[in-house]
């Protein structure tokens, strides 16, 4: 049936299924291969055979259902659209980091309405929907909610890279907003998310996003009280440049910095 209660029973399974082969695989040698020429985009046998397996227990529960996956999708004519990053953070994965997950979405005529970003190595889960925002970790179920820092000088910024960004030009717009916060931090991957939907951290600013990176966490941000837009204000559906902050006055003052030309 198609109701939020299922969607959610087959994204658990699905997150379950994937945690036992990423985590066989996690910390051991690997083959790695670049999905790029011109740049290391490294993808392994465990992004594939998640991927398989959540596409699998999907088809099985929803066949109508498309998908868009970044190691493999499905396509139907179809109201609703599930998008998987079986690991978000490959590049942390092939290292030995902890802060990889496997990404989960689903989307009804373009509306985000399920989010789940699983972090299987740290044993936490961050689910949004239906207005609700929580984690599960060590199978105790707690609510997310966001600091309420308002001020940039205050604030702790977070990106997996400014090097990954889509453009010079992007980068150097970080690197000036970086200037004005409290601290900074890289490496987060899809975890620096799921840490602002918990209230550790306020700013999220990242640059050339597909939509499998991104669509699983509007939802845990936005119903912890976050806000979870492109750099242009929009929806954040097709990915692209990304803003994440903890409330309306932050990310006002985060797109203002943005925008300024630089001199």
Same mark, same amino acid.
């Not at 990889?100 to 989307?107: E, F, M, R, V």
């Not at 996003?209 to 806000?227: H, V």
């Given at each position: 049936?198609?109701?939020?209660?299922?969607?959610?029973?087959?994204?658990?399974?699905?997150?379950?299924?994937?945690?036992?082969?990423?985590?066989?695989?996690?910390?051991?040698?690997?083959?790695?291969?670049?999905?790029?020429?011109?740049?290391?985009?490294?993808?392994?046998?465990?992004?594939?055979?998640?991927? &398989?397996?959540?596409? $699998?227990?999907? /088809?099985?529960?929803?066949? !109508?259902? +498309? #998908? %868009?996956?970044?190691?493999?999708?499905?396509?139907?004519?179809?109201?609703?659209?599930?998008?998987?990053?079986?690991?978000?953070?490959?590049?942390?994965?092939?290292?030995?980091?902890?802060?990889?997950?496997?990404?989960?979405?689903?989307?009804?005529?373009?509306?985000?309405?399920?989010?789940?970003?699983?972090?299987?190595?740290?044993?936490?889960?961050?689910?949004?929907?239906?207005?609700?925002?929580?984690?599960?970790?060590?199978?105790? &179920?707690?609510?997310? $909610?966001?600091? /309420?820092?308002?001020?940039? !000088?205050? +604030? #702790? %910024?977070?990106?997996?890279?400014?090097?990954?960004?889509?453009?010079?030009?992007?980068?150097?717009?970080?690197?000036?907003?970086?200037?004005?916060?409290?601290?900074?931090?890289?490496?987060?991957?899809?975890?620096?998310?799921?840490?602002?939907?918990?209230?550790?951290?306020?700013?999220?600013?990242?640059?050339?996003?597909?939509?499998?990176?991104?669509?699983?966490?509007?939802?845990?941000?936005?119903?912890?009280?976050?806000?979870?837009?492109?750099?242009?204000?929009?929806?954040?559906?097709?990915?692209?440049?990304?803003?994440?902050?903890?409330?309306?006055?932050?990310?006002?003052?985060?797109?203002?910095?943005?925008?300024?030309?630089?001199?």
């Amino acid at each position: 049936m198609e109701n939020t209660r299922n969607f959610l029973k087959v994204a658990n399974f699905a997150a379950d299924e994937a945690r036992k082969i990423s985590l066989r695989y996690f910390k051991k040698k690997l083959k790695i291969q670049s999905k790029k020429e011109e740049e290391f985009d490294p993808v392994t046998i465990a992004d594939i055979k998640v991927q &398989r397996i959540i596409n $699998k227990i999907i /088809k099985k529960n929803f066949p !109508r259902h +498309s #998908i %868009l996956g970044e190691e493999a999708s499905i396509k139907n004519v179809s109201d609703y659209e599930w998008c998987i990053d079986p690991i978000d953070g490959t590049k942390s994965f092939i290292q030995g980091f902890p802060v990889w997950g496997t990404l989960i979405s689903l989307s009804k005529n373009k509306e985000i309405i399920l989010g789940m970003a699983d972090i299987p190595a740290l044993d936490e889960r961050y689910i949004g929907h239906s207005k609700l925002s929580y984690k599960i970790s060590n199978s105790k &179920r707690t609510g997310l $909610k966001v600091r /309420k820092t308002v001020e940039l !000088r205050d +604030s #702790i %910024l977070n990106t997996t890279s400014p090097y990954v960004f889509a453009n010079k030009y992007d980068q150097k717009i970080f690197e000036r907003l970086a200037n004005d916060v409290k601290t900074v931090r890289l490496g987060g991957d899809c975890y620096s998310y799921c840490l602002l939907a918990d209230g550790h951290i306020d700013i999220v600013l990242e640059s050339g996003l597909k939509p499998w990176d991104i669509r699983a966490l509007e939802p845990i941000i936005t119903n912890a009280g976050g806000i979870l837009k492109t750099w242009e204000g929009n929806k954040v559906l097709n990915g692209g440049r990304i803003i994440a902050t903890t409330n309306k006055v932050l990310f006002k003052k985060i797109k203002k910095k943005i925008n300024k030309k630089p001199s």
